[in-house]
């Protein structure tokens, strides 16, 4: 018996280092298709990438902003909308006390009908959230109040209170737009 240690097929496989003569070459051509690692085509590579991703963003963040003015301003035109539907009617109620003959109208009703109207219109306007600031003889609050003068109090109790009323104010929606202008009590006991 002979002793293998070696098989026959390690025996008929050539040893690693020993190449065949194509072999090599293809070795070295897959090496070559490898990916080189040159930075200067990486970080361009890069650089194009990030030039795309802001490219997006800023057209995408344009569209939003060109969108919310868009938006904004629909509602706006909603909004005015549905105030001056709401002042038709009263638009309409002083056309006819505005357009009444002079034979067929006396003063108490011309000045019924203008009673009448400025009604409705508050009303309408109390309907979009305006609110009358009209403080005669109440205290005196310097946000909502505007004081022209003063004027003496009767006794302590009136002072700081309101005596009269020269310009009625208005608060929209919890905004002043524009405050009272009154005349003040000023005890000086």
Same mark, same amino acid.
């Given at each position: 018996?002979?002793?293998?240690?070696?098989?026959?097929?390690?025996?008929?496989?050539?040893?690693?280092?020993?190449?065949?003569?194509?072999?090599?070459?293809?070795?070295?051509?897959?090496?070559?298709?490898?990916?080189?690692?040159?930075?200067?085509?990486?970080?361009?590579?890069?650089?194009?990438?990030?030039?795309?991703?802001?490219?997006?963003?800023?057209?995408?963040?344009?569209?939003?902003?060109?969108?919310?003015?868009?938006?904004?301003? /629909?509602?706006?035109?909603?909004?005015?909308?549905? =105030?001056?539907?709401? $002042?038709?009617? &009263? *638009?309409?109620?002083?056309? @006819? %006390?505005?357009?009444?003959?002079?034979?067929?109208?006396?003063?108490?009703?011309?000045?019924?009908?203008?009673?009448?109207?400025?009604?409705?219109?508050?009303?309408?306007?109390?309907?979009?959230?305006?609110?009358?600031?009209?403080?005669?003889?109440?205290?005196?609050?310097?946000?909502?109040?505007?004081?022209?003068?003063?004027?003496?109090?009767?006794?302590?109790?009136? /002072?700081?209170?309101?005596?009269?009323?020269?310009? =009625?104010?208005?608060? $929209?929606?919890? &905004? *002043?737009?524009?405050?009272? @202008? %009154?005349?003040?009590?000023?005890?000086?006991?």
């Amino acid at each position: 018996m002979t002793d293998h240690s070696t098989s026959d097929f390690e025996q008929s496989a050539p040893a690693p280092d020993a190449a065949a003569p194509g072999e090599a070459t293809a070795e070295a051509t897959a090496a070559s298709d490898a990916p080189t690692s040159d930075p200067l085509a990486e970080a361009e590579r890069v650089l194009a990438e990030q030039k795309d991703k802001y490219l997006r963003l800023y057209a995408e963040y344009d569209n939003f902003r060109k969108r919310a003015v868009r938006d904004r301003q /629909d509602a706006e035109k909603m909004g005015m909308g549905a =105030v001056m539907k709401g $002042l038709l009617e &009263t *638009l309409d109620d002083l056309g @006819r %006390v505005a357009h009444m003959t002079p034979e067929g109208a006396d003063a108490k009703s011309v000045l019924e009908g203008i009673a009448m109207v400025e009604k409705k219109l508050l009303k309408s306007l109390a309907g979009h959230g305006l609110e009358v600031v009209d403080p005669l003889n109440a205290p005196f609050d310097p946000a909502l109040h505007e004081a022209i003068t003063t004027a003496p109090a009767a006794s302590a109790d009136e /002072d700081h209170t309101v005596a009269v009323v020269y310009q =009625v104010g208005y608060v $929209l929606n919890g &905004t *002043l737009l524009r405050p009272a @202008r %009154v005349v003040v009590r000023q005890w000086n006991g």
